[in-house]
């Protein structure tokens, strides 16, 4: 059973007083492609109540705490749709190696001999810093022990989406498909009125997840109404290795399954055709693109524009730092634009306001929160980011949103809230001890690099 243990109140205080939020420029993303000046952002308690002028918030709330931030610019938090946060750890391990080399021979042998509860905790800590520094407030992740991911980002205020990992062989955190998916509806009941964690399925491929399991995935996944969150023909060698073990095409054998809906999160989709563009479409499954992992790891590209032809809605994902290596949602949507571009032979494919949805409403919609996350909209929580305008790289400024996504840098996120709490200030954590943070981060880089490196067998 789940440690109850783990359930406990976050230590970050919910804001009392109301807040107002003025920044020199906001981008709400909805309603779109607007830009606005002179506003005003007022929260209470956890939830955006009004975005209206500043001379009618300052008036109408004198007694407030104002936030007033002339040389920025006010955007919605971004969201990381997918990530394995604790493989922070892991981060330049094993690099230049294809996919199947990278897992069989390095990654799956690592963690057999390492991970457990501690190297959850500190991975994710460390994750939770590098993303709130560069102004994500949400996270998908998926990896072992979701449970301590859970407890991890409820201590520092952040909100996540939790995947309950699930395959067909042993790891160090279930014996088999079976218990994988005991533990991980455990652990979805044990968090299940904590307003910072959500819960996703987790079936780590479909060649590493048989017929029988994917079925109750999807079964439990509809009847409880969550996402399913799982790698969907990342690289090539998937294409051919569902052919010889199922004798169909993976998104064909998703189909028959019961999978190809609205609440599956599809990650990656390097190898996509004209027919699966209209069956992703017709079925309502959420991309999520993860450009820099499947550079690294040449698998591919994910065809974006032609997937937004079809209005099919693509998030972004850094994937885990030990494949990407960094958790850098803005760089990310950076390479998504320009990869975009280029695979298309069109600079007109994914503008600057279409990569920005990508980090935010897009995001939310993938969820299933679009109506609480991914814009600054009153009834909405209060996820937002705030950034410098005034570094070398975004001056002169023409468009704000083009140079967001074309020439800002993370480091100038000065500010960061989730649920209307304050977690990052002028640069600064408020609630997270980065020194005992990057402390533990090297121990655990000096306990992988004595121990025995891979020979080469495959762990599985």
């Not at 008036?59 to 705490?65: G, I, L, V």
């Not at 604790?86 to 690099?95: E, F, K, Q, S, V």
């Not at 859970?150 to 201590?155: D, P």
Request: net charge negative.
């Amino acid at each position: 059973m789940i440690n109850p243990d783990l359930r406990y109140n976050m230590p970050v205080e919910s804001p009392n007083r109301c807040c107002v939020v003025v920044p020199g420029l906001l981008v709400p993303v909805r309603p779109r492609v607007q830009v606005l000046e002179d506003m005003a952002v007022v929260i209470e308690g956890e939830k955006i109540t009004e975005v209206i002028p500043r001379s009618e918030a300052r008036r109408r709330h004198a007694d407030a705490d104002f936030v007033d931030l002339p040389g920025h610019v006010l955007l919605p938090g971004f969201i990381n749709m997918h990530t394995h946060s604790a493989m922070t750890l892991l981060r330049g391990y094993a690099d230049d190696l294809d996919l199947q080399t990278w897992l069989n021979r390095y990654i799956w042998p690592v963690e057999k001999k390492f991970i457990g509860p501690e190297f959850i905790n500190d991975g994710t800590d460390l994750a939770i810093a590098e993303m709130l520094r560069g102004g994500t407030t949400c996270f998908n992740d998926f990896y072992f022990f979701p449970e301590i991911t859970a407890k991890t980002a409820i201590r520092a205020g952040m909100r996540a989406s939790i995947g309950l990992p699930i395959l067909d062989f042993p790891t160090v955190w279930a014996g088999n498909a079976d218990e994988y998916l005991e533990k991980g509806l455990e652990v979805s009941a044990c968090w299940e009125d904590e307003p910072l964690i959500s819960i996703a399925l987790a079936p780590h491929s479909p060649y590493s997840v048989d017929d029988r399991t994917l079925t109750r995935v999807a079964d439990y996944s509809r009847s409880l109404d969550i996402p399913v969150h799982m790698h969907v023909l990342e690289s090539s060698w998937e294409v051919g290795e569902s052919q010889r073990s199922h004798g169909k095409p993976t998104l064909g054998r998703l189909a028959d399954l019961g999978l190809l809906n609205r609440r599956l999160l599809a990650v990656h989709m390097t190898q996509l055709d004209d027919v699966d563009l209209v069956t992703l479409s017709d079925a309502g499954v959420n991309v999520i693109h993860c450009p820099e992992s499947n550079l690294k790891l040449g698998n591919g590209f994910c065809p974006v524009s032609r997937l937004l032809d079809h209005n099919i809605n693509v998030s972004l994902g850094t994937d885990g730092a030990a494949s990407n290596n960094d958790l850098d949602l803005l760089a990310e949507c950076r390479i998504a634009t320009l990869l975009a571009k280029g695979v298309a032979s069109d600079p007109r494919v994914l503008n600057a306001f279409q990569a920005l949805e990508m980090l935010t409403i897009n995001a939310a919609k993938a969820l299933g929160r679009a109506s609480e996350l991914g814009s600054i909209e009153a009834g909405k929580l209060a996820d937002m980011c705030a950034l410098r305008l005034d570094a070398l790289c975004t001056t002169p400024m023409y468009d704000v949103v083009s140079q967001l996504i074309y020439s800002a840098a993370s480091r100038q996120v000065s500010h960061v809230w989730v649920s209307g709490r304050l977690l990052l200030e002028d640069g600064e954590f408020l609630h997270m001890d980065i020194a005992h943070i990057t402390d533990r981060a090297r121990r655990w880089a000096s306990r992988i690099s004595s121990g025995t490196r891979p020979t080469g067998v495959q762990v599985l």
